[in-house]
């Protein structure tokens, strides 16, 4: 009995837990608080939901439980320093809010205000006030539910790491005094910068992972799809978070045809296209189109994902559109110039006008401090020697490839291609 009730509060919290932590730092003005609280309300659900039950609004009993919570505290907080005007504003707003009826208290947050919590906490927890790592582990931990356990077993660090990170986020926003809103007028670009570099770090970690023995954490592509999904749904009228969902949706197509039945993967070239889900490519389509029907000039996630979209509409590799690959391409590197963007633009070259086109690109990137440890500047390289007939030069190209790389299957991959 008590398992299944621990299971329900599991998958709850999971729903729950952001929308909860949102409302109550709007109250309190503190991420850090804002999480004790809501978790003193998860404890809460532990002590009482196996004894009386699960109720029939498990998220209403959780949120009007973290709200009187809050309440407290703001009270505690009053008596401590009376010179807080805005707090007895605050109490009396909480007030309203905590009706003894627990779906009367969900009503109370409005769900326009539940979407404008959920955006303020999106904005606070992906702050570029924090650095890169701190702001993926405490957008997982506030908005994706995950425990620091998790966290840590997915990017493959110490449990102690991802708890230090977290800790050190919350106490660098609350000394910088970060405001819990959503930026308004030019800020609010460069914010979402922030949000979409974030929740595309997550995806892409999980998509093709930088160490350990798996080529691919699924569960972090899940959970950095629906981030994207709810951010999607929160600004609507942003084009490039469209255009992010699109590429997440596009590339997640492709999940069960990249890895062999060993775990080992497969490359674009060589997979099973009838593999690809059908239906996240009809997703994918669709936020891409609704990303395209906002307006020019596109983003670099609405180009990728144009990209990606072009080779779920071919039927094969030589049915892709390269020509078109090219030059989105070409375009991405002109809105966000990058040696990557250059690289993976000389790929589709050698595809449309041969090896040897792309290897001048190529060879012009070697001298380029930022791709010098990319193993994936050597692969390419090495593939397009081998096409070119330079037996010897590739294998060297692909060992050295190899030997950058942090992923285990990867480098066997690539190892066997040298080998090749």
Known sequence: MHSSVHQSIAAVWRIESARIVGAVARRVRDIGVAEEIAQDALVAALEHWPRGGVPDNPGAWLMTTALRKALDHLRHRQMADARHEDIAADLQALGADVQPDFVDALDAA???????????LIFTACHAVLSSDARVALTLKLLGGLTTFEIARA?????ATV???IVRAKRTLTEAKVPFEVPRGEDLAERLASVLEVVYLIFNEGYTATAGADWMRPALCDEALRLGRMLAELTPKQAEVHGLVALMEIQASRTAARTDAEGRPVLLGDQDRSRWDPLLIRRGEAALARAQALGPPPGPYQLQAAIAACHTRAVSVDATD??????????????QPSPVVELNRAVAVSMHEGPAAALAIVDTLRGDKALQRYQWLHSVRGDLLARLGRGD???????QAAQLAGNERERALLLERAGG
């Not at 390269?322 to 809105?335: F, P, Q, T």
């Open 110 to 120: 409005r769900q326009d205000e539940i979407g404008d919590d959920l955006l303020r």
């Open 155 to 159: 990017f493959l660090v110490p449990e």
């Open 163 to 165: 708890a230090q990170r």
């Open 322 to 335: 390269w020509a078109r690959i090219a030059s989105l391409y070409a375009e991405l590197g002109r809105v």
């Open 393 to 399: 030069e590739a294998r060297e190209a692909f060992t």
